[in-house]
T-cell receptor, first 113, second 112 residues
């Protein structure tokens, strides 16, 4: 089945630790996105990538980093510089960046110990 | 920055009732998307709207792209228990690189 997978479902981070969230898609989409979801707020864009080896900062990129070495994969690293990392992280993809619908993965919940 | 106001924030309805929710903004959007999210899961696309005035249905769901391009509406007819979830709107804008602005969600609970 075509779709977007995210792993792990739950992730625990210790103070000062970097953690990486995985996102894989087999939809052959060029564009991929990372969003952060907090209770009572709309999704906020962290980073997006229009094509392999390219990525751009979204609205709340500070404390996060990404890479796009393969079309299918867009991992997100939450660094120790992100002081409030507890949230639900959603990965999405679309055919390309533009007036195209975005399809979401199942999400990863990050908790700080 | 651009913002979307989604209302109501939450709704408790009886099974069989119709539901209406909307998103409004002071900004113009080129696309409206409606998603449903269940607890601990990612949003699932329900309806996509690309043209002002467009009215689109998906089963018991009907959504409209407001004629002013600043709002959109979602209606659910004859609600059933599995309609429970959070419904999000997203407006697509060409401000800079094309991106979507998301509403804060309408939490729907259906009482059997």
């Amino acid at each position: 089945d075509g779709g977007i997978t995210q792993s792990p479902k739950y992730l625990f981070r210790k103070e000062g630790q970097n953690v990486t969230l995985s996102c894989e898609q087999n939809l052959n989409h060029d564009a991929m996105y990372w969003y952060r979801q907090d209770p009572g707020q709309g999704l906020r864009l962290i980073y997006y990538s229009q094509i392999v080896n390219d990525f751009q900062k979204g609205d709340i990129a500070e404390g996060y980093s990404v890479s796009r070495e393969k079309k299918e994969s867009f991992p997100l690293t939450v660094t120790s510089a992100q002081k409030n990392p507890t949230a639900f992280y959603l990965c999405a993809s679309s055919i390309f960046v533009g007036q195209e619908t975005q399809y979401f993965g199942p999400g990863t919940r990050l908790l700080v110990l | 920055g651009q913002q979307l106001n989604q209302s109501p924030q939450s709704m408790f309805i009886q099974e069989g009732e119709d539901v209406s929710m909307n998103c409004t903004s002071s900004s113009i959007f080129n696309t409206w998307l409606w998603y449903k999210q269940e607890p601990g899961e990612g949003p699932v696309l329900l309806i996509a709207l690309y043209k002002a005035g467009e009215l689109t249905s998906n089963g018991r769901l009907t959504a409209q792209f407001g004629i002013t391009r600043k709002d959109s509406f979602l209606n659910i007819s004859a609600s059933i228990p599995s309609d429970v979830g959070i419904y999000f709107c997203a407006g697509g804008t060409t401000s800079g690189t094309y991106k979507y602005i998301f509403g804060t969600g309408t939490r729907l609970k259906v009482l059997a």
